[in-house]
């Protein structure tokens, strides 16, 4: 997972207030137990040390309503100068984050986030396609846009003599400009983040797009369901989405799992447990942090013990929890972040797969 537009959260100077909260309001009592939720929050702020005016914040901006479809988790990040970080999530949460200390406590909120999936639906056919940006846990896109659209011989029609060649043969190259209009359309996307493309609609035009885009640094996807012409809401399309999602995300976790085993296997580009992972922290040596939370969290560092460790503003002498410390640290050196369970990772709380082997 992209950790960088966290990065303005951890350039902001600590002590820092930090909720995560379920604010759903789904149930008939659901305006009632928010507001007690809220204020649950803001109370455990006070008891944990946050200054009133930021414990006044946090709260004013949990209790706004949020005007999605239940459930929905809230994140709100805020120091002495303001509000750092506010965003929503389409899950519920079942006990609450609240913490006021020397770095943000984004640990349980990096593994709802990793869940949400930024993807392109791309419908095509010979006329070219409709493209639509989703987040896995919103129902309604981000945006649309229609790519190609040239009709003129656009249908292959039954001609007969010496024209019948040259006809087909315009037909085709119709289909071929559109289809590359919508490469362009979608290669600007995956330019821009996206990292999962899924395209559906007419198998020869899908395949076309599929053939352009295959050195591109996107997953591709084909889909068996589903058209232009199609309802967008067509269950079959909906399921085949969301099976491509469950087989998208479980690939991306197989795989990092299957690259730390053969890394530890050879004792190369790889670290284990708190203190070598900040050590190679340090030498910017980490590509992507793997962590569990929980499991993270039942330790601490203190950065004084790791010359270099840029964790930004926070006092070298005080301890810190592992899991904010490695976040913190992951984001100011864009290191990528994968929550993994302890399990998975050889029975450490973290791991990093590395840029580069130290060389002895």
């Known amino acids: 997972m992209d950790m960088s537009r966290l990065s303005p959260v951890y350039q902001g100077e600590g002590p820092f207030a930090s909720v995560l909260l379920d604010v759903s309001r789904d149930s008939e009592s659901g305006v009632q137990e928010h507001e007690l939720r809220v204020r ?48 929503v999530t389409h899950q519920r949460v079942d006990q609450p984050v609240v913490s006021w200390g020397p770095l943000p406590d ?25 493209l639509a940006v989703y987040n896995s846990d919103v129902p309604e896109p981000e945006s649309e846009v229609s790519a190609g659209g040239e009709t003129h011989h656009v249908h292959k029609v039954p001609v007969g003599g010496w024209s019948a060649l040259r006809y087909q043969h315009e037909t085709e190259n119709v289909w071929k400009r559109n289809a590359d209009a919508v490469v362009e359309k979608l290669e600007s996307l995956i330019g821009k983040g996206i990292r999962l493309v899924l ?61 730390l085993k053969d890394r530890l296997g050879q004792d190369f580009a790889v670290a284990t447990g708190v203190r070598d992972v900040a050590d190679a922290f340090v030498r910017g040596q980490v590509e992507t942090l793997l962590l569990d939370p929980g499991a993270a969290a039942e330790f601490e560092l203190v950065p004084r013990d790791h010359p270099g460790l840029d964790l930004g ?42 840029r580069w082997d130290n060389q002895d």
């Open 199 to 259: 395209v559906a609609g007419d198998p020869r035009s899908a395949a076309q797009v599929l053939e352009s885009l295959e050195k591109s640094k996107a997953t591709l996807i084909q889909l068996e369901s589903g058209g232009r012409a199609e309802d967008g809401g067509d269950e079959a399309q909906q399921q085949a989405i969301r099976e491509a999602l469950m087989e998208y995300a479980v690939a991306r976790r197989l795989d990092l799992v299957h690259r």
């Open 40 to 87: 649950g929050a803001g109370e455990e702020l006070a008891r944990s040390g946050a200054p009133d005016s930021v414990a006044e914040l946090v709260t004013e901006r949990l209790a706004e309503r949020v005007e999605t479809p239940a459930p929905v988790a809230r994140m709100v990040v805020a120091n002495e100068g303001g509000v750092l970080l506010d965003e």
């Open 313 to 354: 503003a926070v006092p070298q002498d005080e301890a810190v929890r592992a899991d904010q410390a490695m976040l913190a640290a992951a984001v100011r050196t864009d290191a990528r972040v994968s929550v993994l369970p302890r399990a998975a990772l050889g029975g450490a709380p973290m791991a990093a797969l590395l």
């Open 106 to 130: 984004l640990a349980t909120w990096a593994a709802l986030a990793e869940r949400n999936v930024r993807f392109v639906l791309a419908l095509v056919d010979h006329e070219g396609s409709d």
